[in-house]
């Protein structure tokens, strides 16, 4: 490993990705550690993962939420002939371990991560962007709790028609699949995805991994098992919450991020007072969003 990337000390490598590998380095003028994610170009096919380092920084550098990942600065590298040869990323490095590493322990931890990882969501789509690519290893929760979301080189303005199908297929949404108009409601099936498969360790059928097997190519929600049947510590609340995110029409997932907040939020209050029946209050919401979260089993 290089002792020096640009005028940075390297640390510690952190992980690869596709063409890219991450780095904790130190400024040696200020003492700041940070995350530096480097770009080596092999070939001309290697220019479109450039080009999405290009996109995450100018998407990134206009954060400020404690549960989304900001980057500082952008190096590209050219050669002789001005072509793009490296490129290099510092970003805020994020201390802990992303949820395919280590994920939650039990419902209250899944709940806690994923009314955080709404939270950020939420801040981007105030920003006019969709993240485009949730899932477990974009989450990072550290081990305090705390949680941020990374990798922002498939985000883009909500309403993008995307050039070529783009996501990763476990989790990715039947309109990234069919390339229409990606929208808030997308990262809300990323989100139920990624949600899913934390909370049973199974991953959802998607229109992409159905096309690829060569089976029909309509998904019914109906095929998908709910949640609380393959983990019994899951509460309907949270169960019925997933299926309406997953779900293959738009229409039928919640509207947005606060919309899952509350919901999430919802299924931890019920979770909290089955624990300690009597010492929660009831919160003040409608009696039909009540209705979603009562008769949840006990969770251990």
């Known amino acids: 490993m290089a002792q020096k990337l640009l005028h940075y000390d390297v640390l510690e490598r952190l992980g690869e990705g596709a063409r890219s590998t991450i780095y904790s380095v130190v400024d040696p003028a200020t003492k700041k550690t940070y995350a530096l994610k480097h770009v080596l170009r092999e070939g001309p096919k290697d220019l479109r993962f450039i080009e999405q380092m290009e996109a995450e920084f100018e998407i990134s550098r206009q954060f400020n939420h404690p549960n989304l990942r900001k980057s500082f600065e952008l190096k590209i590298n050219k050669t002789m002939l001005l072509k793009v040869a490296e490129a290099f990323l510092l970003m805020e490095l994020v201390d802990g371990k ?9 419902i209250l931890d899944v709940l806690d991560t994923f009314i955080q990882t709404a939270q950020g969501l939420k801040a981007m789509h105030q920003m ?3 993240h485009c690519d949730l899932k477990p290893n974009n989450i990072i929760r550290s081990d305090k709790g705390e949680v941020k979301i990374i990798d922002f080189g498939q985000s883009c303005r909500i309403g993008t028609v995307k050039e070529r199908i783009q996501g990763t297929p476990d989790f990715i949404a039947p309109e990234q699949v069919s390339r229409r108009p990606v929208t808030i409601q997308t990262d809300v099936f990323n989100l139920g995805a990624t949600l899913y498969w934390t909370c049973t360790g199974k991953h959802i059928p998607t229109l992409y991994t159905v096309n690829k097997k060569g089976e029909n190519s309509f998904l019914l929600d109906t095929r998908i098992d709910a949640p609380a049947d393959l983990n019994p510590n899951v ?11 997953i779900s293959t029409r738009v229409q039928k997932r919640p509207a947005d991020m606060d919309a899952v907040v509350t919901r999430l939020e919802l299924a931890k209050h019920v979770v909290l007072k089955q624990i300690n029946p009597g010492a929660i209050p009831t919160p003040n919401v409608s009696e039909h969003a ?4 009562h008769e949840g089993p006990a969770v251990k």
């Open 98 to 106: 992303t949820l395919d590493i280590r994920p939650p322990s039990n």
């Open 128 to 130: 006019g962007y969709v």
């Open 235 to 245: 509460p309907p609340a949270l169960s019925n919450l997933i299926l309406e995110m």
């Open 290 to 293: 009540l209705h979603d979260t």
